[in-house]
């Protein structure tokens, strides 16, 4: 890689490639499923054939290794779940399963226990299970089983209750207020178990009959929802499970149509479409190797601090400081930057530390690369911008600077000074236009920001549904690598308890909320003083240049009446003419920078970033005040959605502004 072998710092490697299935469907006492389970079976061990065949087929990505195993994400409910676990894992897929409950609660409950006495061993553990029925120990075994040859993540921040109204249901089989309550209760947690697995799946496979899809939880209301997160569906009718098809929009589930013409073949489509960025004709970097392919530079370089000094002299704060950037490594940002961020997600109770180990490496060490990269470019790029304005100006003004100096003789001296300039104009232009540095900024920006506040989504057990993704306009490989980079990570092996979100939302998501609404607050400020400095500094030297044109209207005046000396009166006018060239192209290259560099816009979304940042911490301040007993694992993962949402929507705007602002002669 350029430039790593003198600095000693290389690229984090890229981000495994791999397929991420979901499964949905019904349990055993379904009677569709039931009738039909031979051929349901048939059927989902076939298209899991397709599968392998296709990514079999599919040839390898450029800078990459061998794609990692097939990860298959269920949750272990008796029936099509424990069907599909079964079926992967003779494949050598690796399990995820997401719980609804803690675990012991899980298999009390999908065990099928006969009754109270039975449910209370269960949700005892391991220890009890050899006092249990034959029939119902074999079912918890069967589940235990596949616990341990899954990442389990469990949602037992509702367990206390949860238990006692599944135990009021077992003791009072015959009343209907005490079966309402635990299905009420459950199928929330359900919903949002299945909500978990959805986020970390390129497609959905649910074996479902097709009644309804409106029941919280439920195989048909698992398809629609993922259908509204832009996740594709395998769906097999258990009616008719050879006619499998795929659903792509939620408006899919109202017509039903026929199956497509060659299902194998659409399926493969999907695949390819889940692991490959989209290709660009105007990106020749379009391939995740791009952001590995940069060159590490341990400073900043003074040659394109320009945009950041106007912004120090514009700004207020200290104008002639040292702007020299060091750029923090990717091994040692966990020591550095990172490590209070590090510290808090180990101190998390009952902490993943693998998760943490992969924190570190796969994703605050790819951030610190993209970060240190983008800020060279954005330097590059921006300075040489605002350079170009500034060698603009200076060669209008050279072009004339002889006249009330120097005298003709001068001038082919001034003239090379010109051309040096234009030159100067010239070679940034070209460079930058070769180097690509306004798409080489942009891209590994979109990186950065995506890898910023990862860690605190990912000891949640969150992320940004595959379909929910936004596509950039010439390529989307940057979004491709973050949303790889926090898939290889995965859902901590972690029970999520009240004690575990309490540490989460003081730790994590109110200081990053907090610390991000702090930093956008102080920016809008400081930007909106750039612009208004600068157009008062623009103002007033068009101002001045009219004030000097009326002097040298003045001057001719004045000097056809002899009160004036004609050497004087021929000194003055020079210099006012001289004025009346360098005033305005002053002013017009101030104003040229002021409108390049967006200072007031960027102001406006650094305002409306912070402003909704402060409506998540206002949301917060409740939680945080509340008793652990009242906090939801929904609540506190909604916060954590609605935060990267507010970073996405700030990464929009950005590209929206300066997305067609390519470096360019300043005309």
């Not at 609804?100 to 553990?125: T, V, Y």
Request: charged share 20%.
């Amino acid at each position: 890689m350029p430039g790593a072998a003198a600095s000693g710092v290389i690229a984090p490697k890229p981000p495994s490639v791999r397929l991420s299935l979901a499964v949905t469907g019904h349990r055993v006492d379904n009677a569709s499923y039931a009738a039909n389970r031979e051929r349901v079976s048939a059927v989902l061990a076939g298209i899991f054939g397709e599968i392998d065949a296709a990514l079999a087929a599919e040839p390898p990505i450029p800078g990459l290794g061998p794609m990692a195993p097939v990860r298959l994400h269920t949750l272990l409910a008796d029936g099509v779940d424990q069907l599909a676990c079964h079926t992967a894992l003779a494949r050598g897929w690796e399990l995820v399963s997401p719980l609804p409950f803690g675990a012991d609660l899980n298999r009390a409950i999908n065990a099928r226990p006969r009754d109270a006495d039975e449910a209370r061993l269960l949700m005892g553990g391991e220890a009890c299970l050899g006092r249990l029925s034959v029939e119902t120990r074999t079912r918890a075994q069967n589940i235990l089983t596949l616990e341990r040859a899954s990442r389990v993540f469990e949602l037992a921040d509702q367990d206390d209750k949860l238990r006692r109204l599944y135990l009021a249901k077992l003791e009072a089989p015959n009343s209907p207020q005490a079966a309402d309550a635990f299905a009420a209760h459950s199928s929330e947690r359900v919903g949002a178990a299945a909500r978990v697995m959805l986020e970390q799946a390129d497609i959905l496979i649910g074996v479902w009959d097709g009644a309804s899809h409106v029941f919280v939880g439920g195989t048909g209301h698992t398809i629609a929802a993922a259908l509204q997160m832009g996740a594709p569906v395998v769906w097999i009718d258990t009616n008719a499970p050879e006619d499998w098809r795929i659903l792509r929009t939620y408006e899919a589930l109202a017509a039903r149509g026929a199956p497509e013409e060659n299902s194998a073949t659409a399926l493969g489509h999907l695949i390819r479409d889940a692991l490959r960025p989209t290709a660009s004709d105007k990106d020749e970097l379009g391939d995740i190797a791009a952001l590995d392919a940069e060159s590490w530079r341990p400073h900043s370089d003074p040659l394109w601090h320009t945009y950041r000094r106007i912004e120090a002299l514009f700004g207020g704060e200290r104008p002639f400081r040292n702007l020299r950037q060091t750029y923090e490594a990717p091994d040692a940002i966990v020591t550095g930057s990172a490590a209070q961020l590090v510290a808090s997600l180990r101190a998390l109770p009952g902490a993943d530390e693998d998760l943490v180990d992969q924190v570190e490496v796969d994703v605050l060490g790819r951030f610190a690369w993209a970060d240190a990269i983008s800020s060279r470019l954005s330097d590059a790029y921006r300075g040489g911008m605002i350079a170009n304005f500034v060698l603009s100006a200076l060669a209008v003004i050279s072009g004339i600077a002889y006249l009330p100096f120097l005298g003709a003789p001068w001038t082919p001296i001034f003239s090379v000074l010109e051309i040096l300039l234009l030159g100067g104009i010239l070679g940034v232009t070209w460079l930058g236009q070769r180097r690509r540095w306004h798409q080489r900024w942009f891209q590994t920006r979109r990186v950065g920001e995506y890898f910023r506040h990862a860690p605190i989504l990912l000891a949640l057990g969150v992320t940004r549904p595959p379909g929910r993704w936004p596509a950039g306009a010439e390529t989307s490989w940057p979004e491709w690598y973050a949303r790889y980079g926090l898939r290889e990570v995965g859902l901590p092996e972690v029970a999520i308890t009240q004690p575990y979100l309490r540490a989460a939302l003081t730790q994590l998501i109110d200081t990053h909320v907090v610390t991000q609404r702090d930093y956008h607050l102080g920016k809008a400020a400081r930007l909106t003083n750039v612009h208004s400095n600068m157009d008062r500094l623009a103002f007033g030297l068009f101002v001045l240049a009219l004030i000097s044109v009326a002097g040298s209207l003045v001057l001719s005046g004045v000097s056809a009446t002899s009160l004036i000396p004609e050497h004087a009166a021929r000194v003055l006018g020079r210099v006012l003419i001289f004025l009346d060239v360098v005033l305005p192209t002053f002013g017009g290259a101030i104003a040229g920078i002021r409108y390049f560099g967006e200072f007031e816009r960027f102001a406006a979304i650094s305002e409306v970033t912070a402003n909704k940042l402060e409506g998540v911490h206002a949301r917060l301040r409740p939680l945080l005040a509340a008793p652990d007993s009242a906090l939801e694992y929904a609540l506190v993962a909604d916060l954590a959605h609605r935060a990267d949402d507010i970073v996405v929507d700030e990464i929009e705007n950005w590209q929206a502004m300066f997305g067609n602002k390519n470096i360019t002669v300043p005309v």
